[in-house]
Each structure stands twice: as C-alpha cells, then as structure tokens.
C-alpha cells in the first residue's frame, strides 16, 4: 500500500470536476492511492481519470483504489449493490480496499446542520454490521474486492468484528493527526494486524462548517508542530503529514491545488523527521476530535461522545416507555 494517498471528499467547497481534475494531476505527480466513497458524488468522474490513467501507461497494479460503503446501504444486498455500482463508476474490475464508512446505518441529507437527526437512526448492532461484513466478505471470494476495512469504529466494535470475522478487517480509517493522535486505538490496529490509515491528516481545515466547535484546535499553529516545521524550512501542514509516515500511517490528505498536492507527497519522501521530533510530536495531542459525527446520533442519545465508546463499552439505545 502506498505510503500516502489523496483523499477525495470535496466537503460542501468542491465539486465532481475539481476533485476529478485534482486526481488527474496527483497522479501525473506520483500518487498511486486514491481514496474514494460512493457517497462523495464524483467515482463517475474519477473513474473517467482512472481510465485515462491507464491507458496512459500507469499499470493498475500500481494503483492502491479504495471506495466505502456508505450507511444507507447496510442491508447486506444493497452493500454488494454498493461496491458493483463503485466499481461501475470507477470503470474497474476490482477494488483494493472497501471499507464500511461508518458502523451504523444512520444517514443524513447533503450538507446537513448538526442537528439533523434520521429518525430510523440506532446504534450500533452487532449482528447486523456483520451480515453486511459477511456480504462484502463473498465480493473478497468474488475476486472484486481484495481488502476489506473498517472506518469511524472503535476498539470494543474491533473486538466484536476480529472474534466474529471470517475474513478480518485489513485496514481501519480513523482519524489521525497531531493533535488527535488515538494512541490506544492506533495501538490495538497495529498490534492485530490492521493498517492504520488517517484521514484528516493536516487538522482538515476544510471540513464542513457544520463539523466545526468553538473549542477545536488548529494543528498546524500547534507550538511544537511550528517549531518542528521551522527547523525544516517547511509549513506546519508538512509536519503533519511527515509525523503520520514516520509513525506507521497512511494519511490521505485532500488537496486540489498542484502545488499543495505536489507538496504533500514530496513531504513523505523526502527529509524525514528525526527520531527525537516524531517523539516530541507526542506532546501535540490534545485528544482534539473534529470529525465527531453528531448528524449520526439516534433518537434518545444526548451527545456525539457516545459515537465513540469511550468508557470501553458499545451504546445502546435509551429505554422508553
């Protein structure tokens, strides 16, 4: 898998062309892994750069291509519905990662306000998040999918899936950067096997607005982070994604202008942090969620908090009467 990848949620600021063109121009400059959704709206586009791409002379066993399921597609037929229409759109035979986007059915509308609630949204369910990891597991014996993965999930729902799984999770996305650095879930990936992979990589100063809170950090005005960037004559952003590499994760930063893109895969490659500044980086963490998920909250639940697990237990939905 590559070392670094480009991610291609345009957010509420990028549309299907410009994500589509970004990649075009990733790819001429070296990017080999591109990360994909169903529900990002532009595979169709993509895949018309992909196509180019390899008809161009880019081997495709070069090309790293991930697409997700995304939560309306649960129900085991509409998972496998999912990948088919991906790989349609992406005009390949297979993918080299689908992962479940996040492990609870619950959707919402484009560009909903944080307090957008599905009213058939729960929380997670075990046995129905396996019927779906079962179905993606026959597209792996189908030959159309070579990884699976999972995304946004958590070490109690890792346990469940790694005891109950014919077919375990090869990669988990989660998000990663300085000032969220998820030590034990990172820990409990490596230690089982499961690659981690970081999307907001650089502190993803493009989220949605409705993905922003008063007390969020900025990574890149992070003092050690600053002072790390100064002493190899980069931007902070850099360090982000030079501390990610040289601790064993995949970032797949967004970018659509050349020159961020053209820099972001020159900062993996070339002048590696030392041992003694990715060890100062730990100093960064902030435990600082930005991407929290209340939009995928269920009827009764009081706060995004319990998305997450984070006294080590699965919620479960309040009881009524």
Same mark, same amino acid.
């Given at each position: 898998?590559? %070392? ?19 990649v ?18 532009? /595979? $169709? ?9 390899? &008809?161009?002379?880019?081997? +495709? ?5 991930? &697409? ?21 759109d992406? +005009?390949? $035979? ?12 619950n ?11 599905d ?24 030959? @159309?999918? +070579?990884? @699976? ?9 890792? /346990? ?14 989660? /998000? ?10 990172f ?14 990589p ?12 008063? $007390?969020?950090v900025?990574?890149? /005005?992070?003092?050690?982070?600053v002072?790390? %960037? ?44 030392? %041992? %003694? ?19 995928? @909250? ?12 984070? $006294? ?10």
């Amino acid at each position: 898998m590559p %070392a670094i990848g480009l991610g291609t949620f345009g957010s509420d600021r990028y549309g299907p062309a410009e994500v589509s063109n970004a990649v075009a121009g990733a790819l001429r400059a070296g990017y080999r892994l591109v990360d994909c959704a169903a529900v990002y709206g532009n /595979e $169709d586009r993509i895949g018309e750069v992909l196509t180019e791409a390899i &008809s161009e002379g880019i081997p +495709r066993e070069e090309l790293f291509v991930v &697409s997700k399921v995304w939560n309306d597609a649960h129900a085991p037929e509409a998972a496998v519905a999912s990948v088919h229409r991906s790989l349609r759109d992406l +005009r390949l $035979d297979h993918l080299d990662a689908v992962f479940v986007h996040w492990p609870f059915p619950n959707h919402h509308p484009p560009m909903a306000d944080t307090s957008a609630r599905d009213p058939h949204a729960r929380p997670y369910d075990h046995d129905a998040y396996l019927a779906l990891w079962r179905a993606l597991e026959g597209l792996v014996d189908a030959g @159309l999918v +070579r990884h @699976l993965g999972t995304s946004n999930t958590t070490i109690p729902k890792l /346990e469940l899936l790694l005891r109950d799984a014919r077919i375990a999770p090869a990669l988990n996305e989660m /998000e990663l950067h300085p000032c969220f650095q998820q030590p034990e879930l990172f820990d409990f990936c490596v230690a089982h096997g499961v690659q981690p992979v970081g999307y907001s990589p650089l502190g993803s100063p493009s989220r949605p607005e409705r993905d922003r809170t008063p $007390d969020d950090v900025v990574d890149v /005005e992070d003092p050690v982070v600053v002072r790390i %960037a100064a002493a190899h004559g980069v931007h902070p952003a850099l360090v982000c994604l030079k501390w990610a590499v040289a601790r064993g994760q995949v970032p797949i930063p967004f970018a659509v202008k050349p020159e961020q893109y053209t820099a972001n895969l020159r900062a993996v490659v070339e002048d590696p942090l030392t %041992a %003694a500044e990715a060890e100062e980086l730990r100093a960064a963490d902030r435990g600082n969620r930005l991407i929290k998920g209340q939009v995928f @909250l269920w009827p009764g639940a009081e706060s995004w908090e319990e998305l997450w697990d984070l $006294d080590g237990r699965i919620a479960v939905a309040p009881i009524t009467d």
